[in-house]
């Protein structure tokens, strides 16, 4: 009801809105039409007889001349001097225009009538004068305030009822006895299925362990074996690349500790060597990164080795700066001077078992060594597992420097910031 | 809200319309007692200035309001019959 009178009142207000335009509408145009028509007789004399306003209540007897010059309002203070027929024309186009705001507030009155209608309409249906009839139900704050307390009591009387039920049940001993065994035999009931429940579940795991050994399908086992494989064919690989690379990966090869490195990352497999029997869970990789100076790639190109095998060889062409952390001080000039941008490549495992360390083919931060020159040793005592270590004779002497440079690491503090150390490089080469 | 229905717009439009007539009945019986000399002024509307015209013109112009003004009244009492 109330949202009904909310919209009677504004199409009441839109379509008074439009009448008053309306009618306003009609007045001017009214008076642009005698306007005109003055305009029209105006020129028609050389002067007209006019009694001329005096005031607010007086008139004089007066003449109009230049007749044929009017001057007409623009808008906004301006005007413009023109002739009676011009003016008369102005004024047509006036009305011109008013007919077209007049049109197109009649159509608003068109299409706002039937609005106003339908809801006065809903309004004397709302009071009962249609067949539609609206269901109203009266609300009494006295009626319900007495309609609750009764309710209140009711449900208050019932569930005492229900209390005393509960408390003072009806005898019935033998149904009562009947009760409790279905009780214990529930009870027992319940631990039987429980315990069937588990034998169920441990025969499952044990047929779907025998199933899965049976068929040829089988995900854990053959997961384990692959792992296994790839172990084994990685050394095979290793081995492999140890006779295929050139002397760009020779380098690689030396064994060395990286204790001080930045990138302490050991790259072993765990069973590969042999543990077939009960595979881990989970397999670690850890890989080393040693310091690879950058000219290799230089050499590499110039000595004209452009032949691209394996991705490893698009790498040692390109030979990016490595992201790793630079080392701290102890690093000898000439590796300085040769590592502008220190690159690192798989490293060593510290300990002189000889541990496999695998070297993966398509390893990104596996740049080549530099050569060091013919003076150095050619063989430093080490056996090396990987491909680098036979392809040049500069290995060892790489692997002597690095080496000591290790130790000197040791001896210095660990921690150096890297334009201190920077600083003190070029402090050392100039 | 009754008096914006169609039949309360007509009302007042035709209430509006008898005053008019009512207003060049007037004019035209005042014209009429005057002598044919006399000095008799148009108000340009929206003005207060007066142009010099005479007794005939200004009976004219008033019977021609007049019809107009008769004719509307039909077309809107047609209108409201129908």
């Known amino acids: 009801m109330a949202v009904s009178c909310c919209r009677v009142c504004i199409v009441i207000h839109f379509i008074t809105f439009s009448f008053r335009l309306l009618v306003l509408g009609e007045k001017y145009k009214n008076d642009y039409e005698t306007l005109q028509e003055r305009l029209r007789t105006l020129p028609n004399e050389l002067t007209h007889d006019v009694m001329v306003p005096f005031g607010k209540l007086a008139f004089m007897p007066g003449k109009l001349v230049h007749t044929n010059e009017i001057l007409v309002l623009l808008g906004d203070n301006w005007f413009v001097e023109r002739s009676a027929k011009q003016a008369e024309d102005i004024a047509q186009r006036r009305i011109e225009e008013l007919n077209k705001q007049l049109n197109n507030l009649k159509a608003q009155k068109k299409l706002l009538e039937p609005r106003l209608e339908f809801t006065s309409g809903f309004k004397s249906h709302m009071k009962g004068k249609e067949d539609v009839k609206e269901i109203v139900e009266e609300y009494d704050a006295e009626k319900e305030r007495l309609w609750d307390e009764q309710h209140r009591k009711n449900v208050h009387k019932e569930k005492e009822a229900e209390r005393m039920l509960n408390k003072n049940p009806p005898p019935k001993p033998i149904a009562a006895k009947k009760q409790q065994a279905s009780d214990s035999d529930l009870w027992a009931r319940l631990d039987a299925l429980e315990e069937e429940e588990k034998k169920r579940g441990e025969l499952e795991s044990e047929d779907s362990e025998e199933e899965d050994d049976d068929k040829s399908g089988k995900t854990l086992s053959k997961g384990v074996k692959q792992q296994d494989q790839l172990a084994k064919e990685d050394g095979q690989e290793s081995d492999d690349y140890s006779d295929n690379d050139g002397a760009d990966d020779a380098n690689d090869g030396d064994k060395e500790t990286s204790g001080n490195d930045d990138t302490n990352d050991e790259f072993e497999t765990d069973d590969s060597e042999g543990s077939e029997g009960k595979r881990p869970a989970v397999r670690t990789i850890r890989f080393t990164h040693t310091d690879v100076p950058s000219h290799q790639c230089k050499t590499a190109g110039s000595a004209g080795d452009t032949t691209i095998d394996s991705p490893a060889d698009i790498y040692k062409l390109y030979c990016p700066p490595s992201i790793l952390k630079k080392p701290a001080l102890g690093r000898k000039k000439e590796n300085r001077k040769s590592l502008p941008a220190t690159s690192k490549s798989v490293g060593f495992s510290s300990d002189d078992d000889h541990e496999m360390t695998v070297k993966p083919p398509s390893v990104p931060s596996d740049p080549p060594r530099p050569k060091a020159s013919s003076s150095l040793k050619a063989f430093s005592g080490r056996v090396l597992e990987t491909s680098q270590n036979t392809q040049t004779s500069g290995s060892s002497p790489a692997v002597h420097e690095r080496q000591a440079d290790q130790v000197t690491q040791d001896e210095l503090p660990k921690r150096v910031s890297k334009f201190k150390a920077s600083r003190m490089a070029q402090q050392g080469f100039s | ?82």
């Open chain 2, 1 to 82: 809200m009754d008096a914006l229905t169609d039949s309360g717009s007509g009302n007042q439009a035709f209430e509006a319309k008898s005053a008019e007539v009512s207003v060049q009945k007037v004019i035209q019986s005042e014209l009429s007692q005057l002598r044919d000399k006399a000095k008799v002024y148009h108000k340009q509307p929206n003005s207060n200035i007066f142009f010099l015209s005479s007794v005939e013109k200004e009976m004219d112009r008033s019977k021609k309001a007049l019809d107009d003004l008769t004719k509307e009244y039909q077309v809107m009492h047609g209108g409201n019959a129908k």
